[in-house]
């Protein structure tokens, strides 16, 4: 499965680098590096991350797609757990320490599988969380 996913990642033209963390035989994670210059707003010069990590128990999945920015403190994602129970199984939160600000909102995605769920995240969080959250501060 993280195959799939670390090609979603490695085709956006956001990305830069793609790795398992810790590496790539125990593969608990993918990371990837975000290129400064495609975040709006403007963010640098430390490239942000994305990590992206998958599981399931039995056959629910849980999963946690989170973007960082070191330059800003600013991070959001969507996360798929039961640590938010009364917001549903997927929720989306974000943090902006400049502006003060955090929120965790319910989620949803239409998709199902998991690189179909990835791409749309990506989607959302370059075009709409991103400009919209991380200029508040």
Not at 16 to 31: E, H
Not at 81 to 88: A, C, M, N
Not at 120 to 134: N, Q, S
Request: glycine share 4%; proline share 11%; with cysteine.
């Amino acid at each position: 499965m993280y195959e799939g996913l670390k090609d979603v990642l490695q085709r956006h033209p956001a990305t830069t680098t793609v790795a398992y963390k810790p590496d790539s035989i125990v593969r608990q994670f993918l990371q990837a590096e975000i290129d400064p210059s495609r975040v709006v707003p403007p963010t640098g010069p430390e490239p942000p991350t994305l990590d992206i990590e998958w599981r399931f128990v039995e056959e629910e999945p849980y999963y946690r797609i989170h973007y960082a920015d070191s330059n800003t403190g600013f991070n959001c994602g969507w996360h798929r757990d039961h640590d938010h129970q009364d917001l549903g199984p997927v929720h989306f939160q974000y943090e902006h320490p400049v502006a003060d600000e955090r929120d965790h909102k319910p989620a949803e995605f239409e998709k199902t599988l998991p690189p179909e769920i990835l791409w749309t995240a990506l989607d959302r969080l370059f075009e709409k969380k991103i400009p919209t959250l991380a200029d508040e501060g």
